[in-house]
């Protein structure tokens, strides 16, 4: 059975040494601005959401690690900056996360986490052809 309720691209992920020198280039270059910059401590992160499809449309999500220690940084080190994750808007993520454990993927968390706009929870690449997914569900 499959996940039900996915309603759209919430938002792609990009991993950055910088979120301000990163985005010179979206802001010079893009013509696009971030709606928020903040630090999300419990994730170990700086985060800015840059709007790139009008009110509703998807996000580009900036991630700057706050410590060397937690898994973004892991990731930052041995991968370098680029894409992180792509994140998808569910309408119920306690359902989602019951269907995907039912279903086997190899899902990184037991319960829904705080996110920076709801509850979300993360696939593995190792089930989703090398690419992390998020399952959000946000708070609005």
């Given amino acids: 059975m499959a996940v039900k309720g996915v309603k759209r ?5 990009i991993v950055v040494h910088n979120i301000e020198e990163a985005l010179q280039f979206y802001q010079s270059t893009l013509g696009v601005f971030p709606s928020v910059v903040k630090d999300f401590p ?10 790139v499809g009008g009110a509703d449309g998807a ?6 690690p706050l410590d060397s220690t ?10 370098g900056e680029g894409q992180h994750h ?3 808007e569910v309408e119920d993520i306690d359902a989602a996360l019951e269907q995907l454990q039912a279903d086997g993927a190899p899902v990184l968390d037991a319960i829904p986490r705080l996110s920076a706009d709801g509850r ?14 998020e399952l959000v569900q946000r708070n609005n």
């Fill in 9 to 13: 691209v919430d938002h792609i992920a």
């Fill in 42 to 51: 419990s994730e170990g992160v700086r985060i800015a959401f840059v709007p």
């Fill in 59 to 64: 996000k580009i999500e900036l991630l700057q």
């Fill in 70 to 79: 937690n898994g973004v940084a892991k990731f930052l080190a041995k991968h």
């Fill in 86 to 88: 792509i994140c998808l």
């Fill in 120 to 133: 979300a929870v993360f696939i593995h690449p190792k089930g989703a052809n090398g690419v992390l997914y």
